[in-house]
């Protein structure tokens, strides 16, 4: 059972990375991918944590936004944790989400939403990537809604009013900082209309100029019609087609290993690293 997106404590999953590492070995998950947003800070913890039978895949998730202001999330798998422009690319995007979520909490307060600075701070755990969940948690302690799951529908949500973007990278530009660090890049839940505008078949073809490798075609998000539709696309443009939980621990519904990754797929995605860089113990 192979699950390449997974976030931890490191972002907005809720169990550290040894804590997940766990779970996916008791849940009989053989490789498994930590992908939080926008940093390698949980790397270590899981690496330290990893054992046999797990194979580990080191990652992140990495937030872009389009010329035309669309957010996409490329997903870079296999990459030296230590290429330094990389890690500036992350570390930008990460102190941009900080004035960000200031003026998301400006515009709630401005409308009589009682939530602080230090509200989020307090939600958020030490060193991981703040993140509307975050928020989201924080509006919970503040009895303001009942669950992230309320925070987002009612107030947070890419079209809501309170609705900021950060500073991000272009997608293109995040796919060829993967690939020169020696990893591979894959799209991450392309069609998930929920989470706002989506991208036309079109964009595509430019992330693949770019050095895009794989399409998430199976993702709770995607409808079996969507997840069609990626296929063709993927195959079209002999992408490698990818399946995962995005899980979040108790932050999300998704289960762990809820969808999975064909395992020649993956052989397919691993061969095209510049290197071998799954953790084996
Ligand atoms: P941000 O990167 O700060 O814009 O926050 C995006 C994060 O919010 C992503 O990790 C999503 O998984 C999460 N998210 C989006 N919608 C929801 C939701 N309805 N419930 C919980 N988390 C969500
Ligand atoms: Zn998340
Ligand atoms: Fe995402
Ligand atoms: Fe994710």
Redesign the pocket.
Known sequence: MIDL?THTTASDGTDSPSQLINKALSSGITTLAITD?DTTSGWGEAIAASRAPLSLVLGA?I?TLTTEGTSI?ILGLLFDGEDVDLQAMLTDTRDTRIPRMRRMIELLAADGIAITMEDVIAATPKGATVGRPHLADALVKNRIVASREEAFVDLLHNESKYYVTHIAPTPESAISQIRKAGGVAVI??PF?SR?GEIISPATFSDLVVAGLNGIEVNHRDHSQNERDQLIEIADQLSLVKTGSS?YHGNGKLNALGENLTDPEEWERLESLANARRVVRK
């Open positions: 997106h947003h998730e937030s999330h991450a839940h998930a989470r995005d």
